[in-house]
C-alpha cells in the first residue's frame, strides 16, 4: 500500500476459510416383504342379503384380505360403506365403518338393519391405499308382509240403501302368527271371492272430495297388527256385496256387506175394551 494509505485488505482465502463436511445419504427403505404386502380383496363367503323392512339382516358381509403370496393377512383396515335410499344403516346407526382383518385374514362388517323402504342398496368393502382393491355386494329390503289376515269379530255388516254401515270392518294381519306391524293392504269391493272383478254398483268409500270410491290403497296395519278401515256407505241398490282385503305378501281375506231396507213392522192394534156405556149383562140368580 502507499505510504499514509488504508491497508488493502488481506485476499480472501480460497473456499472461504473452512471445509464443508458431505450430507448424509438417507437410509434407503427397505421393501415390505410380500408375506406382508397386500395382495387382494376377496369375499369370506357373504350369503345373499335380503331382509324385510325394519328387520334385522340374517347375513353380515365378511372379507378377508391376502399378501401378496396368497395367504391371508392380518390388520388390513377395511372399509364398509352402506349407499341407497332404503334407510339401512349398520348396527349403531352408521353408513360407514373401519374393521381390522383378524388372523385369518377375514374382517366381518356389523350386522345390518334394514330401513322402512323397500328397494335395492349396495355394500362395498374397501381396502388398500395405494391401489385399494373394492369388493361390492348388492342387498334388498322388502316390504313388511302378512301371511294371514282376518276380522277381528264376525257382526254381520248391514246398512239399509244410501245409509252407512254402523260397524266399523277391523282386521288384524300376522306373519308366522305374530303380528304383522306395517303391513300395506288393499280394500277392494268384487264381484267375485277371487277379486277378479272389481264393482261399480253398491258399498263404497269416500275419497278426500267425499265422491264415492270403491278401492283404497296405502292402509298399513297398525303396531299390533291391526287395521280400522274407514266408514263404509251404501248406495240405492240392494243385496249382498263383497268387500276383499289384501296385504303385502299375498294374504287375503273377503267381507260379506248387505244392504237391505229395514223390515217395516205393523203398528200393534189395542186390545178392544169394552164399551164404556155398554150395560152389562145381568146374570140370573
Known sequence: SKPGGKPSPDPTKPG???????????????????????????????????????????????????????????????????????????????????????????????????????????????????????????????????????????????????????????????YKDAAAAGVAVTATMVKDRLGVIDNDKGPYFKDADDKPVRTLTGLTTDDEGQLRLPEIFADDNEGTYLLRLTTEGGASVVIELTVKAPEETAPEEPAETPDATETPAATKP
Open 16 to 174: 472461504g476459510g473452512g471445509s464443508t463436511s458431505p450430507t448424509p445419504k438417507p437410509p434407503t427403505p427397505k421393501p415390505t416383504p410380500p408375506s406382508e404386502t397386500f395382495g387382494s380383496l376377496e369375499n369370506a363367503g357373504t350369503g345373499p342379503l335380503r331382509a324385510t323392512a325394519g328387520q334385522a339382516f340374517d347375513e353380515r358381509v365378511s372379507v378377508r384380505a391376502r399378501n401378496a403370496l396368497g395367504a391371508p393377512l392380518a390388520k388390513v383396515p377395511v372399509t364398509f360403506t352402506v349407499t341407497g335410499d332404503t334407510g339401512t344403516l349398520f348396527a349403531g346407526g352408521k353408513k360407514t365403518v373401519m374393521v381390522r382383518t383378524g388372523a385369518d385374514g377375514t374382517a366381518t362388517a356389523p350386522e345390518l338393519q334394514a330401513g322402512e323402504k323397500a328397494g335395492e342398496f349396495t355394500v362395498t368393502a374397501v381396502a388398500g391405499t395405494g391401489r385399494p382393491r373394492t369388493l361390492t355386494y348388492a342387498a334388498t329390503v322388502t316390504a313388511r308382509q302378512a301371511d294371514a289376515i282376518a276380522r277381528t269379530d264376525e257382526k254381520a255388516l248391514v246398512a239399509a240403501p244410501g245409509e252407512k254401515f254402523a260397524d266399523a270392518v277391523t282386521v288384524e294381519a300376522t
